[in-house]
């Protein structure tokens, strides 16, 4: 199984960016489809952008057109680019992997993915 890092997380005002990374290691990165999923205080763990190991990406209604899935698979890692941020958004986010895995026909599913990272906090202030 992958082994899997995030980091970028943080304390931003409403209206601003961070970027999240994902290092994995212990896999061959690009046989995997990456996800980033969220969890905020009291709710469930939810999809926020997937991309899969021939680059199909999927987004999450709530966070299109300010969210960016990327991956480069020199350096064996995924980013979260995160613009516009909204109070909203205050979660902690996890970095997943799924062995394979092609074009996203359905809603990637927590079940879909086999490793996970420790979760970064992420904090937007309004």
């Known amino acids: 199984q992958v082994q899997l890092v995030e980091s970028g997380g943080g304390l931003v005002q409403a209206g601003g960016s961070l970027r999240l990374s994902c290092a994995a290691s212990g896999g061959t990165f690009r046989s995997y489809s990456m996800g980033w999923f969220r969890q905020a205080p009291g709710k469930e763990r939810e999809i926020v952008a997937a991309v899969s190991r021939i680059d199909s990406i999927y987004y999450a209604d709530s966070v299109k057109g300010r969210f960016t899935i990327s991956r480069d698979n020199a350096k064996n890692t995924v980013y979260l680019q995160m613009n516009s941020l909204k109070s909203e958004d205050t979660a902690v986010y996890y970095c997943?992997?799924?062995?394979?895995?092609?074009?996203?026909?359905?809603?990637?599913?927590?079940?879909?993915?086999?490793?996970w990272g420790q979760g970064t906090q992420v904090t937007v202030s309004s």
């Open positions: 997943a992997a799924k062995r394979y895995g092609g074009s996203w026909y359905r809603t990637p599913a927590e079940s879909d993915f086999g490793s």
